[in-house]
Each structure stands twice: as structure tokens, then as C-alpha cells.
């Protein structure tokens, strides 16, 4: 089983794929759940605190805006860990916003920057068969990394 | 507090990762207001992106524009409007700009935008979220064109404070000190007002507060109306000015901070308010005033005596500004000069930092202290290439504005 970092992150899909293949996804839903579930000073609704820009400084400098700095508080530990990661490029806003832009760009730097994980660098599909392709792209590179299958 | 809370529409990217979401509840919370997200859906969102034109490419700025449109179009109600992103990023500094500037033309909603730190407190944002539920839930108060009766109004600023007593429209006493302690300095100036108007304290029919410490003296003399200076001042400067109807900018360069505000009317559109730099600010007049040897009074009509392009200012920083002041003077140049350049860096800071954030519309109305250094004025109205109205009393702009405003209280408006 890897741990297969997901982009866009907040991708639903995405993270219900890597699991049926048999993997464990990193993406925004756990990084806001450890949020939510860690006791701390109440700050609505990521319960996230100025110190997580501090946090944030070891992927993104100071003179990054502080929300970068903060997205990468909850994604940066997430890209070390990464086992492999899947990066779909100009995804829809229903398959998963990733809210801010910036954070995007550094994001998928340094996950293609990560030269030691293997890594599925895909399109997202805008006809009927990219969309086969694509689901089949993934699973291949999933079935690849040798996870068991939870289909 | 009894009054319905005033709904006012946030439009953001970011606070909510930078930890300040909190902040911006607390300070809302602070003047009876609730911060609500208009409600828009993924449809709205992609129609609104293609209408708007502009190609944001950060999904939770693309959100922002869809719920601007939804505000325009009134499918979502809103008292008021307060736009916030990351400080330091360009593509939010654009989008903030348009929206704001596309709410202020398209509707009569107040909007206020900031661009915010990690390390925005509520503090910071509580005289912006004032004036923005102020201009909502007091549009008749600030409709008033005349003082009334006999009143009192004092403005603790950061760095002076003024009393001005008032009678039937007309200015009849001022007070003028440096701030020390808060209380006792306006202890000081109330008596040197009342003394000039021949009144005694009990003469006063309403009081109303102002500026920095607005609250501890209001509570302490019981003012009728403490209220923060970005609609205060854009009362009393139309007033003094006599320009209650159409268009204004009013600029106010203070000791801590500055505004630019957008007026309608004599209520502010949109405003700006700045405090970060010391360089864009008054105390940076001050202290050149001390160096080159003189009072800050005397430093405008030199200023006005020397060419500000002779001297190479660094018009960014304090310290650096400081640092070519001192230069400046040890290569030989006047301290005529030397007062015109200084002029010169605040005034193209405050263009630069602030101005770009309002439309400009004349007249531009400049008043606060800083308004006596003609210096600072004719570089202002150099850049702003208009002729700057500086009515009598500009130094006393907030204590005018807050005698004008507290006459609604005396039959209970």
C-alpha cells in the first residue's frame, strides 16, 4: 500500500480511486479532519491559527501571502510523505477547487519536483473516451504501484 | 444591544487559511454585525466567471466574483460588503480592486477592503468594520447637513487630540493639544474649547467622541455618539468644506495612520485605511521637522521654499527615509529642500499605498494636521494633478464631525 498524495486535493474521486486500488489517498479531507479533531484554539471552520502560516514557512517563504503559507501547512507534510502522487491538470471546479492558485502552482512543483516517487501527470478529460483513458491511465498507475484491489 | 445586526457579505480568498477568519468574526462581533458567505452554486459561479471577464485563475477568487454578481443582482441581501485576501498577492490584489470598484458603481452597498497578515487582529479591522455598519445602520444620522443647538466633539488621535464646541452651525471654541495621557489630554482640550465658547460643561446639549480613544473618554463623559473617524471625518470635512452634495475624496494623512475615502454625499463610499508604514505618515513629517531644526508648524511654508526634486528621497521606509534626509543634509543641501522632498516621499507613499485603492473624484477635501503643511498639500495635488481644497479648521476635522453628528442625539434621532 503507498500513500498517494492527490492533486487537486479536495478531489472526491480521486481519493475514492487511489482507495479502491488499494492505497491510502493524502489529500485535503484528512489534513481538515486532523484539524477539526485536534483540540485547539477555536478558529472556524479549519480551526487553523496564525501559527500555521509560521508552519507553512518550510515549503513557501515569508513573503508568500499568508494564505499560501497556511495551505502549505496543511499540504506540505502531506507532499514529504508521499509515497506517489496522481496531478490532474486544468480540472474541472466540480472535480475538486483547490481554492487558491498560488498554492497550486507550488504544489505541483514540488510534487514534479520529488524526482524519487512515481508520479501520473495527467489531462483532464473533456470527451467521452479521454474519459475512459483517463480512469484507465489511473488505474494502471495505481494497480502499479501494488496495491489490492478494493473494487 | 437591540438593534438587528447588520448582514454584511464577505468576499475573501484566504483568511480562513492565514488564521484570521476568527479575527474578522471577532471584530464583527465588536459593533453588533454578522459575517455571512452569499450563497451561490457551481453554476452561478462559471456564468459570473465568463460575465466578469476577468480570468481569475484561483478558485476561491473565481467564488468571490460569483458572489459579488450575486449581490449586484440582489438574489442575495446584504447591508454591507467586506472584501479580504492575502496581503501580498497580486492576482487577489486585482480581483479585490475590480470588485470593489464593481459594487461601488453597480449598487449602494458600503464596501471596505483589506488585504491581511497572519498576524491581522480584530483590533485592527474593528474601525473599518465601524464605519462599514455605521454607513448601514445610520444613513439618517449621517444625512445631517447642520449642527444644531449646543455640542461638543473630541478627537483623540495617536499622536493630538481637539475639542471643538459648536452652536447653531457655527465653530465657537477649539481646543488643540499633544496626546499624552488620553483623559487627561482631553480634559485639556475640552477646557480650553469651552473656555473660548465662554460655556460651562453642563451648557452642552450633546457630545460626541472620536479618534483612537474615542471609547474610554466617551464612556467617561458620557457622549452621546462615539464613533470611529472614517465617517466622522468625511461628514465634518464635506461640512467644512461645504460640499455635502456629490462627490469627495477626502484624505487625511494622520500620525499613525491615513485615510482616503470616497464620499457621496457627505457618506463614505469606499474607503482605504492604512497603518503599517510610518514612512506614509505624519510622524515621518514630525521627524523631519526635528532634524532639520524647526516646528512642525514652520515646516510647511519652508517646504513650500524648496524644490523636492534636488534631494533623492527613499520613499518606502522610514529608516531608509531617514537615512537620505541625513544624507541629504550632509552633502549640503537646504533644509528647504530637504522639507519639500520629505513632503514629497509621504505624499507619492500615500498615492501609492492608498490612493490607487479609491477613485479618485473631486474635489479631493485634505484635512487632519497634516493638511497645514502646505508642503505635503501642493505635493499631494502635484501627483493627484487637482487643486486640493483645505478648508478652516481642517485640523479639527473629527471634533467638527463628531459635534455635527452628536446635534442628531439632542431631540433623539
Known sequence: ?151 | MSEQPVRVAQLSCGPEHSGVQKEIYDAAAMVNAEMFFPDVTLADIRRSYDEFGLEARSGDLKLAIARAMALVEGSVEADAVFIATCFRCSEAAIVRNELRRYIHENSDLPVVSYSFTERTTAGTLLTRMEALTTIARRRALLAREKQVGITLGVDSGSSTTKAIVMQDNEIIGTGWTATTEVLKSAETVMESALSEAGLKLSDIEAIGTTGYGRYLIGEKIGADLIQEELTVNSKGAVFLADRQHGEATVIDIGGMDNKAISVQDGIPGTFTMGGICAGASGRFLEMTAKRIGVDITELGPIAMKGLSREVPMNSYCIVFGTQSLVNALAEGHSKEDVAAAACRSVAEQVFEQQLQEVDIKEPVIMVGGTSLIEGLVKEMGSLLQTEIVVPHHSQYIGSVGSALLSSGFIRGE
Request: one cysteine or more; hydrophobic letters at 45%; a negative charge.
Open chain 1, 1 to 151: 500500500m503507498a500513500k498517494v498524495f492527490i492533486y487537486p486535493a479536495t478531489s472526491l474521486v480521486l481519493s475514492d480511486m487511489v482507495e479502491r486500488w488499494g492505497h491510502e489517498p493524502l489529500g485535503a479531507a484528512i489534513a481538515i479532519r486532523e484539524r477539526i479533531q485536534t483540540a485547539s484554539l477555536d478558529s472556524p471552520p479549519l480551526q487553523m491559527t496564525p501559527e500555521d502560516p509560521k508552519k507553512g514557512l518550510k515549503w513557501a517563504a515569508v513573503e508568500v501571502p499568508a494564505g499560501v503559507r497556511g495551505r502549505m501547512a496543511l499540504y506540505g507534510p502531506m507532499i514529504d510523505e508521499a509515497d506517489a502522487a496522481i496531478i490532474i491538470n486544468d480540472a474541472d471546479l466540480a472535480f475538486g477547487c483547490m481554492g487558491c492558485s498560488r498554492t497550486n502552482e507550488l504544489v505541483m512543483y514540488l510534487l514534479r519536483k520529488r524526482s524519487d516517487i512515481p508520479l501520473l501527470d495527467i489531462k483532464y478529460p473533456t470527451s467521452d473516451e479521454e474519459g475512459i483513458e483517463f480512469v484507465a491511465s489511473i488505474k494502471e498507475f495505481l494497480t502499479a504501484l501494488g496495491g489490492e484491489t478494493n473494487e
